[in-house]
Nanobody, 114 residues
Framework: QVQLVESGGGSVQPGGSLKLSCVAS????????MGWYRQTPGKERELVAT???????TYADSAKGRFTISRDNIKNTIYLEMYSLKPDDTAVYYC????????WGQGTQVTVSS
């Protein structure tokens, strides 16, 4: 099986920045499309961004212009750089691998507050 581990979360003030990482390990042949979701307690998990194996990228409207998703296929890692963070960005951020059934990481907490 494949395991995904996120890191890089933390607490920042509004307008700050963070870079999240997600490393895949285990029984990897090749990684297809991967992405980032976020979730606040009491709300549904929300798609933030995706990136295909060939580098095709999508963003949620809330992320456009502020977030950048990228990947390093040699390191089996994807990243999410976040700038101009807002309190509404506060959530647990999850990495996922899109397959017949999605594979999820454990999540990393991002908190944006004064």
């Amino acid at each position: 099986q494949v395991q995904l581990v996120e890191s890089g979360g933390g607490s920042v003030q509004p307008g700050g920045s963070l870079k999240l990482s997600c490393v895949a390990s285990g029984n990897i042949f090749s990684l297809g499309t991967m992405g980032w979701y976020r979730q606040t307690p009491g709300k549904e998990r929300e798609l933030v961004a995706t990136i295909s194996s060939g580098g095709t990228i999508t963003y949620a409207d809330s992320a456009k212009g502020r977030f950048t998703i990228s990947r390093d296929n040699i390191k089996n890692t994807i990243y999410l750089e976040m700038y101009s963070l807002k309190p509404d960005d506060t959530a647990v951020y999850y990495c996922t691998l899109f397959r017949g059934r999605n594979i999820w990481g454990q999540g990393t907490q991002v908190t944006v507050s004064s």
